[in-house]
């Protein structure tokens, strides 16, 4: 079956960086769009950014632009997600999900989700 596990979360100061993983099995990676949304606490998940299955396109929430950076190797399948100068505001359960079509900002567009990886950012 399919599977997406996502790794790499953890506790940061404010300023720092974290760098996400998601590796896939049980699909054919390199036909997907992958996408990484977050959930904080009280709050609806919410997209953060997503790369076509060629890596040649790819999309970010204004919240993270020119802060994260998303990325894919087709050869591992997996997907990553670079973050730097973090704020406290970035915390929040990070998910990755994969897109059969476009990169879509929608997380019902979706159809695989991980289990996600929390991200805590200290001020």
């Known amino acids: 079956q399919v599977q997406l596990v996502e790794s790499g979360g953890g506790l940061v100061q404010a300023g720092g960086s974290l760098r996400l993983s998601c590796a896939a099995s049980g699909l054919t990676f390199s036909s997907y769009s992958m996408e990484w949304f977050r959930q904080a606490p009280g709050k609806e998940r919410e997209f953060v950014a997503g790369?076509?299955?060629?890596?040649?396109?790819?999309s970010y929430a204004d919240s993270v632009k020119g802060r994260f950076t998303v990325s894919r190797d087709n050869a591992k399948n997996t997907v990553y997600l670079q973050m730097n100068s973090l704020k406290p505001e970035d915390t929040a359960v990070y998910y990755c999900?994969?897109?059969?079509?476009?990169?879509?900002?929608?997380?019902?567009?979706?159809?695989?989700w991980g289990k996600g990886t929390l991200v805590t950012v200290s001020s």
């Open positions: 790369i076509r299955w060629s890596g040649g396109s790819t």
């Open positions: 999900a994969a897109n059969l079509w476009s990169i879509s900002t929608m997380a019902n567009a979706m159809n695989y």
